[in-house]
């Protein structure tokens, strides 16, 4: 159980809420803006002392029917409301495990478009012709650039626009595996990025949780020009791996892109 987190998860959860959020009015002498802890514990049916201890780091593990009081209370998503529930169960194995053959299979069949798998420290792991058509061949890069998020937050510059709402969607999906703090790579990843990237380190602190299934990908690429692409994450099923598939809405200059390298 990881009690910190659980502990930082139900705050910030609580300080983003107001009172008209849930039905309650504003009363006299409010100093935050959030809601105070009496009316969590309130809106969920338990002690205020009980939930005082949740949010200190403190007390018993929480059961499934009080976390999802709690969640109706803090207004949680689906996401968020799954977390929740990780945070107060063991850690899972974080053994590392290759990528079932099944996948790689599928990443041969999958010949027209690109295709790549993730693992749970967003590390790309494997990928099809198509991919390396789109992006140049990872085999050639060097460790660091094989990695989705280093490769978002490695630069000096600040993150805007487009980039930022993609920097913010991937430090909420990382959160949301469930693989930190359990897994040993994600945590180190994780500390790595807080040490080397303001920008990671305050999207990390705003604890948003949000499972990454679909994206837009823009780019240009240097033979077929302008590309949008959509992309579908899809989990696999027993595993820490996760299949990304792009491809481009029919009838349009992307399609056509796609089909030249695909030609080439």
């Not at 009690?3 to 809420?17: K, P, Y």
């Not at 949740?54 to 969640?71: C, H, I």
Request: aromatic share 4%.
């Amino acid at each position: 159980m990881d009690r910190t987190e659980l502990s930082g998860f139900l705050r910030s959860r609580r300080d983003r809420l107001r009172p008209a959020d849930v039905g309650l009015a504003p009363g006299p002498r409010r100093q935050a803006p959030g809601l105070r802890r009496t009316e969590v514990a309130l809106l969920a049916g338990i002690s205020v002392d009980y939930y005082v201890r949740l949010e200190q780091g403190r007390g018993p593990r929480p059961s499934e029917q009080v976390l999802t009081a709690l969640g109706r209370a803090l207004r949680l998503t689906g996401d968020e409301h799954a977390y929740l529930l990780r945070l107060a169960r063991p850690a899972p194995a974080s053994a590392p495990r290759p990528v079932p053959g099944n996948v790689l299979r599928l990443l041969d069949r999958l010949d027209d478009v690109p295709a790549m798998v993730i693992d749970a420290s967003y590390d790309l792991v494997a990928w099809n012709r198509m991919l390396v058509a789109l992006i140049g061949d990872p085999t050639t890069w060097p460790p660091r650039r094989r990695n989705r998020l280093r490769r978002l937050f490695d630069t000096g510059d600040a993150i805007t626009g487009n980039r930022l709402d993609l920097a913010r969607l991937c430090v909420a999906d990382l959160r949301a595996s469930g693989r930190y703090p359990a897994d040993p790579a994600v945590r180190a990843l994780v500390g790595e990025l807080l040490e080397e990237s303001p920008e990671f380190a305050r999207l990390w602190a705003e604890r948003e949780v949000v499972v990454q299934r679909t994206l837009t990908k823009r780019t240009v690429h240097p033979v077929v020009g302008p590309l949008e692409l959509d992309c579908e994450i899809l989990a696999v099923p027993g595993s820490e791996h996760r299949l990304l598939v792009y491809t481009a809405a029919p009838g349009t200059p992307s399609e056509d892109g796609l089909k030249r390298l695909l030609a080439g």
